[in-house]
C-alpha cells in the first residue's frame, strides 16, 4: 500500500460517513409547548430531523381533538424543514392487559384517541408499551393486549396511511409485558392481522432486562436474537437512552447518551448496524438543563461521524506505517 492508497481509503471513509450523517434519522422527544408544529421547527433548530412528542397531557384521561389546523401546520413545518419521521409516544395511563375491566375500557378509549390524533397529525408512528398484566398471568395478559390494540383501531381508517402503532419493549420488570424480544414478537404476531404493527426497541430497557448490548460479542448476539423474533426490519424506532442501573435490574432510569452504565460505543456501533438504517434513533434522555435535548442529538450525531477506538488505532498504525516506508525510502535514495 502507498501513502497515496492510504489517503484514497480515508477519503472513502469519510465520504461514507458523510453520507450516514445525512441519511440517518436522529432526534429527540420534544414538548408541544405552543403547537405540534412548533415542536417540529425546535426539532429542526437543535439539529434534529425526526422527533417524538406526546400527543395531549401523558397523565390525564382527557384529550382534546386535533384540529384540521394543527394537522395542516404540522404536515406543513415538516415538509419545509425536511423532519421525519413523526413519532407519538402513547399515555403513561393506558394499560391494554389490565385485570381491571375499568381500566382497560378507558384505556381502549385513550389509545383510539392516540391513533385518530396520530393520523389528524400525519405521524408515522404510534408507540405503546404494551402494560402490565398484574393478577392475572403472562398468556392472559397477552390476549388481553392483542383484544384490546385491535378494538381500539376497529372501524379508525388508517388503510392508506404511512402509519404503524410500534410494540416497545420494556425493563422487564416483574408482570410488564414486552420484557423480552419473544414477547414484543409474539403481540406483534397476534395483531398483524387487526392493526398495522411493527416494534420499537429501546436501549435503556433492552440492557436492564438483560441483553448485552455493551460489549461488542454481546451486540452481535443481541442483534442475532432480534433478527430471529421480531426481525431487524420490524423495528422502526429505537429509543436511546443510556441507563443510570446496572445490565439485569429491571431499573427503568434513563441518562444522558455516554454518561451511563451503557457508555458511548455502543451507541456508535447501533447508529452504524446497516440492519437498522431504517429505523429512527430517538433519544428521551433527561431533561436536567436547558439545552438537554441538543447535547443528547449532537452527542448522537457525533458518534456517527466520527471514527470508532479501532478504526483510529488502524489509522495510527498506517500513519507509523507509512512514516517507516518513506524513512526506508529516504535511506535507499
Ligand atoms: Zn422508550
Ligand atoms: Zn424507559
Redesign the pocket.
Known sequence: MTPSDTKQGTQKKAASAVEKAADRRIGVHLSTTGGVANAVRNAATIGANTLQIFSASPRMWRASKISAEQGMSTRAARAELNIGPLVIHTSYLVNVCSQSQEVREKSIAAFRGEIERALALGAEYLVLHPGSYRGLTRAQGLELAAESITRAIDGVPWQGADFYILI?NTAGAEFSLGGSFEQVAELIEHLRPHAPVAACL?TC?THVAGYDIVSEAGWAETVRQIESTIGCDAVRVW?C?DAKAERGSKLDRHQHIGEGKIGLEPFRRLLHETKFAHAAFIA?TPVDAPGDEERNVRALQKLLTSASDRDRQIKLVEEIMDKDRNILKALAE
Do not use: L, R
Open positions: 416497545e429501546d430497557h429509543h437512552n428521551e
